[in-house]
């Protein structure tokens, strides 16, 4: 079929992207024979109609042994995919803006047990929506007392690292979810960060701090970005332009894509009954003056691969250290005990959540095709990565299809072409 790329149009792809450390995949314990298998499971969900293209990373001890275009970046127009083709990066974008709090961790300027209300106000006492239980009175002439939500004052602060590991109970969809929807949508295209957050601190959370989880989708990460403003006074791009993206060389990471590069986006996809449609409504997180922490990042696999090489190597890259091996560490780390478990379609057993990303407890519970102390997170547009300290190993698979289950296609043809 048209949109699947010859073996030679994927090699001159490869010659054409930036300069990123390679090295032949068998020097680094890898299979060349068996890497050709993740083009192949591409390109099956390509001719499947799941997915349009994608751009994978495959790179052990700080060398890239697989580095590949697949497909094409837009069906109506059958432009190919490029190894320089930008990403949407939704949720991709909150281990970025973890990394950006720890920074200021490690520079002394903040806590993460600080409470969020030390730096934005508005988030004192804040109170906790609960659902009242909807009982039978014991009179037959009553009817059963309505269904109705009332609010009790929070038993403490949140804090930021309840932010980050998504233990804060702000906007994660529960019993407040009508309240933060509403709020959500009063946003306006004009609305920065220190317009918009201070809002939130209005609202009731959905659970007593630290004693669930549940996914702050947005609400959480943006606030996160906030603090990284007020605590650094620079605006958030300003930040992460500087502290992270320019020493690390992501040229190719933005909230706001420059014009001369718009047309190197990939087209956006959900799977549909007649096959891969655009979204009617895309969602559109953040706007030219909100930087959103929790998704608003595009990107390139090459760039975003630069990142998590750096916390492959505890924290440095290419001579610049950006964190601590211990904060690294502390990132990559279960922070939640066992709340994680099962959340959000995650397995049972076997897994845990760091700052900003999910770990891998157990392989063989959790029923996953990575090693154990993997980090990791996926976006809502179908971006997924991973790194393993342990083996020294940076997976990369770019696409803009949301779905889970190729994320375990990947991983598995990904393992298999491990040989040392």
């Known amino acids: 079929m048209s949109s699947i790329l010859p073996l030679s149009a994927i090699f001159a792809l490869s010659l054409s992207a930036a300069a990123l450390p390679t090295v032949k995949p068998e020097e680094v314990g890898l299979s060349t024979e068996r890497l050709q298998r993740i083009h192949e499971m591409v390109m099956r969900k390509v001719a499947a109609n ?6 994978t990373i495959v790179a052990r001890r700080g060398k890239v042994a697989h580095h590949e275009a697949h497909g094409v970046m837009d069906l109506e127009s059958k432009k190919p995919m490029a190894l320089d083709t930008l990403f949407k990066l939704a949720s991709s974008s909150k281990p970025v803006t973890a990394a950006a709090v720890l ?3 490690e520079d002394g300027k903040l806590k993460l047990t600080d409470p969020v209300s030390k730096y934005i106000p508005e988030f004192k006492g804040q109170r906790v929506m609960v659902e009242a239980v909807r009982t039978a009175e014991p009179m037959v002439d009553r009817p059963p007392s309505a269904e109705k939500t009332y609010t009790v004052p929070a038993e403490r602060e949140i804090t930021i690292i309840d932010l980050l590991t998504h233990t804060s109970g702000l906007a994660s969809g529960g019993a407040a979810n009508a309240e933060a ?22 609202l009731p959370l959905d659970f007593q701090p630290g004693t669930q989880w549940r996914y702050s989708g947005l609400a959480g990460f943006d ?15 300003q930040f992460l332009r ?3 993206f320019e020493p690390l060389g992501m040229k190719d990471t933005f909230f706001n894509v420059p014009e001369s590069a718009q047309s190197r986006l990939a087209t956006i996809y959900r799977r549909t009954e007649k096959g891969l449609e655009k979204p009617a409504n895309p969602l559109v997180i953040g706007s030219p003056v909100y930087f959103s922490g929790a998704g608003g990042l595009v990107s390139t696999a090459a760039d975003y691969y630069q990142f998590a090489q750096m916390l492959c190597n505890g924290g440095q890259l290419n001579g610049k250290r950006i964190l601590s091996p211990w904060t690294v560490d502390l990132m990559m780390s ?3 005990g066992d709340l994680f478990l099962g959340q959000i379609g995650r397995p049972p057993k076997g897994v845990g959540f760091g700052l900003g990303g999910e770990v891998v407890m157990s392989a063989p519970d959790a029923r996953m095709r990575k090693p154990n102390g993997s980090y990791g997170w996926d976006g809502a547009f179908g971006t997924y990565w991973w790194v393993n300290r342990r083996e020294q190993m940076v997976v990369v698979y ?3 299809t949301p779905g889970r289950a190729q994320q375990y296609d990947f991983d598995n043809a990904v393992s298999q072409a491990v040989i040392d």
Request: glycine share 8%.
């Open 50 to 55: 799941e997915i349009s293209g994608a751009v």
């Open 334 to 336: 279960n922070n939640v």
């Open 181 to 202: 929807a509403k709020l959500m949508k009063e946003r306006k295209p004009t609305d920065t960060l220190a317009d918009f957050i201070p809002r939130l601190g209005a």
């Open 242 to 244: 500087t502290k992270l």
């Open 398 to 400: 770019f696409v803009q």
């Open 103 to 105: 920074i200021l961790m």
């Open 223 to 237: 606030t996160l970005g906030r603090i990284v403003e007020i605590v650094s006074g620079l605006t958030f791009d």
